[in-house]
């Protein structure tokens, strides 16, 4: 089936997007093609998604590591040169994330970093532990900009001077339940802007 928009909703559920062509593993929410992403490769032709949204999804893929990277790597195989990603998925120290029994994937904005060659580049250069994912890989994601849904009682906190900015980012990092959602902005570069650096 030929997609009808260079745009992918992924695990479109009941969101559809009217300027994306929805996919969705459940025909019940009648999405424009059924497709199980954890079947991999996928039909799709090489470059040709201009943009990936992929709201609340990832997380429910890819139990084994090796499954959720070969997603990533079609969601890369299929996207076009400067293709943007908008994900999200729920922060790892929030209850939502446990909620549900059906999350597999416990997500953060720096595991998507470690695809991106430039930071894989500077790991190798500085002699870091970091993993160099997009080097190892052939991915190159450029993380633009990154999000997070502060919960209300500690947006409060601050909004009434009874926290300031830096004891909330303390609490971000150390504390479950301050965040309850992620959202990440990558640009897709290929071919990978270190690769060459590195094949033998």
Not at 111 to 131: H, P, R, T
Request: hydrophobic letters at 35%; charged letters at 20%.
């Amino acid at each position: 089936m030929l997609p009808e928009s260079r745009n992918l909703n992924m695990g479109c559920g009941f969101r559809k997007l009217d300027d994306h062509w929805n996919v969705d593993i459940e025909a019940k929410c009648n999405p424009d093609e059924v497709l199980d992403f954890e079947q991999t490769p996928w039909h799709y032709e090489d470059n040709f998604f201009y943009k990936i949204t992929a709201n609340n999804v990832l997380e429910h893929l890819g139990q084994s590591p090796k499954v959720f990277l070969n997603i990533l790597k079609e969601m890369y195989r299929v996207s076009a040169n400067n293709a943007e990603w908008i994900i999200s998925f729920p922060h790892h120290r929030c209850d939502t994330y446990f909620d549900d029994f059906t999350h597999v994937s416990a997500l953060t904005a720096k595991m998507f970093k470690l695809f991106d060659q430039q930071f894989n580049y500077n790991v190798i250069e500085n002699g870091l532990g970091e993993s160099t994912h997009g080097l190892t890989y052939g991915v190159d994601l450029e993380v633009v900009d990154s999000s997070y849904n502060i919960l209300p009682y500690w947006k409060e906190q601050v909004q009434n001077g009874w926290m300031g900015n830096q004891e909330l980012d303390k609490n971000f990092n150390t504390l479950s339940n301050v965040c309850s959602n992620v959202a990440v902005f990558i640009k897709v570069h290929k071919p990978g802007r270190f690769q060459k650096l590195f094949q033998k």
